[in-house]
Structure formats: C-alpha cells, structure tokens
C-alpha cells in the first residue's frame, strides 16, 4: 500500500519560512519523480515544484522561482520543499504526488497559512 504523508504545514507571518516534508513508503521511491501541488480555496490544484527520480533535474512554477527550492532524499524515501520570503497568496492545502510510468500517487495534504 503506497503511503505518502505530508507534513511541516502551518501559520507563519509573510516573509517566513517553512519546510515541508513527504515521507513516502509501499513504493520505490528512486524511480518516482516528485512534486509537490498546491490548491488554495476556490482555486483549482496547481503545479508547485517537481524533481525527477534522481534529482539531478527540477522545475519550479514561476510564482515560486527563486523562492522555493525542491530536494530529495532517497535513502529516507522523503521529498522536501522549503519555502522562504512566503506570501499570503502562498497559502493553500500542499499536497505530494509521485509519478513514475502513468503511475500517480497523492497524499492527503499538509495546510500552509500566511498572514500578512
């Protein structure tokens, strides 16, 4: 049973930080690319960030370029974003996704909250 459990949410005035994690099991982790989405009320989910399998490779939507930075650990079978200079319109559920071959796999999310 693929797991992936989010965590490291929380409510952190605009200019914070936060590091987000996904502790992913049941899967093997180092052949699934990583990506962390993002979905804020009345909004549709939308792409964060995403590392591929090895983590040579990653992509950051333009929102959070340069403020955000995507890594991995494949000995811990875990996924990090960490998030600096954040801004209210970073807030939203963050949810982890791992794909590999038409594979998809989703966690349950982990809420980040900015208050300005």
């Known amino acids: 049973q693929v797991q992936l459990v989010e965590s490291g949410g929380g409510l952190v005035q605009a200019g914070g930080s936060l590091r987000l994690s996904c502790a992913a099991s049941?899967?093997?982790?180092?052949?699934?690319?990583m990506a962390w989405f993002r979905q804020a009320p009345g909004k549709e989910r939308e792409f964060v960030a995403r590392i591929s399998w090895s983590g040579g490779s990653t992509n950051y939507a333009a929102s959070v370029k340069g403020r955000f930075t995507i890594s991995r650990d494949n000995a811990k079978n875990t996924v990090y974003l960490q998030m600096n200079s954040l801004k209210p319109e970073d807030t939203a559920l963050y949810y982890c996704?791992?794909?590999?071959?038409?594979?998809?796999?989703w966690g349950q999310g982990t809420q980040v909250t900015i208050s300005s």
């Open positions: 049941g899967l093997t982790f180092n052949t699934y690319a």
């Open positions: 996704y791992a794909g590999a071959m038409g594979v998809v796999h």
